[in-house]
């Protein structure tokens, strides 16, 4: 009976491995033969979780037409339609949801516009309303089953207690957050994270080679997504990496840095000091990087750059990430303004061949919050920990 429990434990192992393989591959075809030879598992092992998998509708197989020698071998890919992952990214008074495929393609996407003073539960009931809405019209579509929901917030999570830790710029403390939302008979399960962690993992897992990663997320707030040895770190209670609740000096006072660099303060600045009436905020963000050779504009950034450069560099210092990459609306409309902060820091580190800066809009927070619902959904996380990929 041990044995018996033993074999299963091991067939249950090896399968998600393969399917694992397959997701990391999923633009690619491959044979049992590769998997068995990639993964060192037996070929007779390979064939009967294939099949499953195949059952499941995890994986399409047909026969490789590419070649007219010999037996022609069948070749094996993962299925793009028969799996949905759901996407939500809260950010400066909008909400993004994406509809995404095995293979991370978008099937439909939707932004919500809110107000700051919003309550989180009413955000809560429009997004799910949004979503409810949104699969009908996919479902309606394809025969397709929802793997999970990935929520990415501007806050860090207390996923011990299931609750928003604190938001400063919403005004959400001790929000409870929802494990599923109800999609007619079936409850589609929910995971929250931090916006900065999602960022470090999507780029993780787009570059694995890099087993130490530093993510420096730059918009309404600015975090950190820690990757310690291939795996997220959050520390004891989910406030890892959540650097701007640290105060400096400021104008004789002490602040917390969000409150003086984010892209609210940004924004703030450049309504008071450049009379810049625009409703959008990324088009306020671009007309400051348009303006950045005035005197007003480039003392601004010169302090932040500073500020943000001294902050960090101790960090990066301790850390010694292999890559530090900076995402994030400011990043993005202000990429000036991200330049001279890596300037200062190279400077200040004295390393230069470690900094990227992405903007790549919402793309690898995208990518994370997909393998944040793989990992606890598929239980890749297990196989990771056990380190046998």
């Known amino acids: 009976m041990a044995k018996s429990r033993i074999s299963e434990k091991i067939s249950e192992t090896n399968k998600k491995r393969i399917?694992?393989?397959?997701?990391?591959?999923?633009?690619?075809?491959?044979?049992?033969?590769?998997?068995?030879?990639?993964?060192?598992?037996?070929?007779?092992?390979?064939?009967?979780?294939?099949?499953?998998?195949?059952?499941?509708?995890?994986?399409?197989?047909?026969?490789?037409?590419?070649?007219?020698?010999g037996r022609r071998s069948k070749k094996i890919y993962l299925n793009p339609d028969s799996k949905t992952i759901i996407v939500v990214h809260i950010e400066y008074q909008n909400a993004n949801i994406f509809f995404l495929d095995n293979h991370q393609h978008t099937l439909k996407s939707k932004k919500i516009i809110f107000e700051r003073n919003i309550k989180f539960s009413d955000l809560?009931?429009?997004?799910?309303?949004?979503?409810?809405?949104?699969?009908?019209?996919?479902?309606?579509?394809?025969?397709?089953?929802?793997?999970?929901?990935?929520?990415?917030?501007?806050?860090?999570?207390?996923?011990?207690?299931?609750?928003?830790?604190?938001?400063?710029?919403?005004?959400?403390?001790?929000?409870?957050?929802?494990?599923?939302?109800?999609?007619?008979?079936e409850k589609i399960p929910v995971f929250w994270e931090n916006?900065?962690?999602?960022?470090?993992?999507?780029?993780?897992?787009?570059?694995?080679?890099?087993?130490?990663?530093?993510?420096?997320?730059?918009?309404?707030?600015?975090?950190?997504?820690?990757?310690?040895?291939?795996?997220?770190?959050?520390?004891?209670?989910?406030?890892?990496?959540?650097?701007?609740?640290?105060?400096?000096?400021?104008?004789?006072?002490?602040?917390?840095?969000?409150?003086?660099?984010?892209?609210r303060s940004l924004i703030e600045f450049a309504k008071n000091k450049l009379n810049l009436s625009y409703e959008d905020s990324e088009q306020i963000l671009v007309e400051l990087?348009?303006?950045?050779?005035?005197?007003?504009?480039?003392?601004?950034?010169?302090?932040?750059?500073?500020k943000i450069a001294e902050v960090f560099a101790p960090v990066i210092m301790v850390l010694d990430p292999e890559m530090v990459i900076f995402n994030g609306t400011v990043t993005r409309n202000c990429p000036s303004l991200t330049e001279n902060i890596v300037s200062k820091l190279e400077k200040l580190i004295e390393k230069k061949d470690i900094f990227l800066i992405n903007k790549d809009e919402n793309l690898l927070i995208i990518k994370g919050s997909f393998w944040e619902v793989l990992d606890n959904v598929l239980g890749f996380n297990e196989i990771k920990t056990l380190n046998i990929l």
């Open 195 to 263: 916006d900065a962690n999602l960022l470090a993992k999507g780029f993780y897992e787009s570059n694995s080679r890099n087993e130490n990663v530093l993510a420096i997320y730059f918009s309404m707030g600015i975090g950190m997504g820690i990757i310690i040895n291939g795996e997220l770190y959050t520390g004891k209670e989910g406030n890892a990496g959540e650097i701007g609740q640290l105060k400096v000096e400021y104008k004789g006072e002490y602040e917390e840095l969000e409150k003086i660099i984010s892209e």
């Open 19 to 69: 399917l694992h393989y397959l997701f990391k591959n999923f633009n690619t075809y491959t044979t049992r033969t590769n998997i068995s030879k990639d993964l060192n598992i037996s070929f007779p092992a390979v064939s009967n979780n294939v099949a499953q998998l195949i059952e499941e509708g995890f994986i399409l197989e047909e026969l490789d037409t590419s070649s007219s020698l």
């Open 124 to 185: 809560w009931n429009q997004v799910e309303k949004e979503i409810k809405q949104i699969l009908d019209e996919i479902l309606s579509e394809k025969q397709s089953e929802v793997l999970g929901i990935c929520v990415a917030l501007p806050t860090p999570i207390d996923k011990r207690n299931k609750k928003i830790i604190k938001s400063r710029f919403y005004g959400w403390k001790d929000e409870p957050i929802f494990e599923y939302i109800k999609m007619k008979d």
């Open 289 to 306: 990087e348009r303006n950045n050779q005035l005197t007003i504009v480039n003392r601004e950034f010169e302090y932040i750059s500073k």
